[in-house]
């Protein structure tokens, strides 16, 4: 694969075969030229595909409907869809090789978008039985990021996500209980809709929490997610928690958002960053209130923490029975302990559940919908692996409690992390107020000015660390040698945030300054930031030297880097220095 695909658009590929100016076959033709480029880079993505001949016949006849007269509002797109939803032809397998079996018909929303004129591709990958967050627990290998290979690709529609992300198709399918359909979404810059439970038929799925699945779609842009809910949405006599179709308006902008005391960032001040300007730029649409956080945490805790965890079991019973051996040991240790709930237990969880239902349907009494983020920080691959069970359940602080309490949600992109990983908000509304949400998320992107996604990642890229240097290493000065012996990049001269004091320490050789946080006593100081690999990275900072530290600086913007810091003794018999604005205007005034 030369190079990244430029993402394709539902909407547009459609109108362009129903309209004569393309054809299904070539438009089929391109997404497994594009599939079979990806191949060398990604293959776990997929677990089946139709044989090319197939997919290509099947174009022909989408081509033949559209001769015919047939209006087609998803003529000849090419979708993917996540391998725990059935489709004619291709076994469904879940992620698990012993729980295979071949379907007698496609899941309802597959049927749907095929009598549209869309064209399956092939089933996706995922974490085993939908039983995670990150895309790590699959026999069928591990879908990565899109953008950055070392990091996961979020789950569990991992592979459908990466499908979107990477340009092979317009748009996937996936599945969300605690979040699948949004996570992705987030790490992989795309649209995530959650659409209100009931709203999308899950007959053809195969269960994970059967009173809360949701099938989703990721997509990469608002207009396609709106398309595939006009053509998906709506009752299914088959589906026992089918509901008729209802679109509920939001009223106002009235957007509520966690405590600043409340908001879990696991270390990651990137995150915090990007959430805190999605915040801003929410408030130039509509009004945000602050709102107790505390309860909606408290019901996501009992999607795992308490009975609920027992439906997932269920789905699962005769295999953990038959062969628990099958099963994922990380999806096993997950789901093994619902043997264990009682029916006391489930009816005093649902007497709680309920509770706290009244109290967040109250909250949109006050509120019009909630804007979260979609998670507090992104990990590696490595990471999950060493820590598979508390790492998830990070992923999931903002996301498990929108189904348990019947909630709609649209997960949309609000920044690009240093790392190339995205970083999302979730906008959360009511039951039925799915359509609401992508007017609301239309609203905030055209105001967010975010940048395009960036290219893929074809073959692994070197992990790199911002650093901000302050003194001795800015460039001309005597230090600066240790920067360029280790090929660091200059990336641009800025300051800190208004935050900072600065000292010349005393009898320091060559003479180095101390960077103290001050909080509102302090001002903006001159830094310069160089870009260098984690490794040599590392090998830097081991010699730095006391007083002073890296540690993680504040910039102009609000974003963070690393950065030198020092010690309170630093500035024992210090010059302050700070009303000069930097190093380089003390070193000029000396001389």
């Known amino acids: ?152 690709s979020g789950g569990s529609s991992s592979g459908s996500s990466i499908a979107v992300a990477a340009g092979l198709v317009p748009f996937a399918l996936g599945t969300d209980t605690a979040g699948s359909g949004r996570v992705p979404a987030a790490f992989n810059h795309l649209i995530g809709m959650k659409p209100s439970k009931g709203r999308w038929s899950t007959s053809g799925l195969v269960p994970a929490c059967r009173s809360l699945d949701c099938i989703s779609v990721f997509t990469g842009d608002t207009a396609d997610a709106r398309l595939i809910d006009h053509v998906v949405a709506g009752y299914d006599a088959a589906d026992p928690w089918s509901k008729s179709l209802a679109d509920k308006p939001i009223a106002g902008r009235v957007i509520g958002v966690p405590r600043r005391a409340q908001r879990q960032w696991f270390g990651d001040a990137e995150s915090e960053y990007f959430y805190d300007r999605a915040l801003a730029q929410l408030a130039e649409i509509g009004t945000l209130m602050e709102i107790d956080y505390a309860p909606l945490q408290e019901a996501a805790l009992l999607l795992y923490g308490g009975p609920w965890v027992a439906e997932r079991t269920a789905a699962l019973a005769p295999l953990l029975a ?30 709680r559940l309920a509770e706290l239902k009244r109290h967040a349907d109250q909250l949109w009494d006050e509120i019009d919908a909630l804007a979260f983020p979609t998670t507090g920080t992104a990990y590696r691959v490595a990471e999950l692996q060493a820590a598979p069970i508390a790492l998830n359940s990070n992923l999931g602080a903002y996301t498990n409690f929108v189904n348990l309490l019947d909630m709609a949600a649209l997960a949309v992109p609000a920044g690009v992390r240093h ?28 105001v967010a000015q975010l940048p395009p996604p960036p290219p893929l990642d074809l073959e692994g890229k070197m992990q790199t660390v911002k650093l901000a240097v302050v003194g001795a290493h800015l460039k001309d000065m005597p230090l600066h040698w240790q920067l360029t012996s280790r090929n660091a990049t200059f990336v641009e001269a800025t300051t800190t945030a208004p935050s900072y004091r600065l000292y010349a320490m005393a009898d320091s050789v060559p003479p180095k300054p101390a960077l103290i946080h001050a909080g509102d006593e302090g001002a903006a100081i001159a830094v310069e930031v160089y870009e260098l690999g984690v490794a040599e990275f590392g090998s830097f900072t081991v010699e730095v030297p006391a007083p002073l530290a890296i540690g993680t600086v504040t910039l102009a913007d609000g974003s963070s880097v690393k950065g030198f810091v020092a010690e309170p003794r630093a500035i024992v018999g210090a010059q302050d220095i700070t009303d000069l604005g930097g190093w380089r205007a003390f070193i000029a005034q000396k001389a």
């Open 419 to 446: 790392n190339a990983t995205g970083f999302g908000i979730t906008l959360i509304g009511p039951a039925d107020s799915d359509r609401a949400l992508l007017d609301l998320a239309d609203a905030y992107l055209s």
């Open 322 to 351: 038959s062969n628990p051996g099958a099963i994922d040991p990380t999806v096993r240790s997950v789901v093994e302990p619902g043997l264990e709930k009682s029916a006391v237990e489930l009816f005093n969880g649902i007497y």
């Open 1 to 152: 694969m030369s190079g990244p695909a430029p993402r394709l658009s539902a909407a547009a590929l459609a109108q362009a075969v129903g309209g004569g100016q393309t054809t299904a076959l070539a438009a089929m033709e391109l997404a497994l030229a594009r599939i079979a480029a990806y191949d060398a880079v990604q293959p776990q993505i997929w677990i089946s595909r139709p044989a090319d001949a197939a997919l290509l016949d099947a174009a022909r006849a989408v081509d033949a409907r559209v001769v015919a007269g047939e209006h087609l509002p998803l003529a000849g797109v090419p979708f993917a869809v996540k391998d725990n939803i059935d489709v004619a032809g291709l076994d469904t397998t879940a992620a698990c090789a012993a729980f295979v079996y071949s379907p007698s018909g496609s899941a309802t929303v597959v049927a749907r978008l095929e009598a549209a004129g869309a064209i399956c591709v092939g089933k996706t990958n995922l974490d085993q039985f939908a039983t995670g967050l990150v895309g790590t627990r699959s026999p069928y290998g591990i879908p990565r990021n899109a953008s950055n290979l070392a990091y996961v």
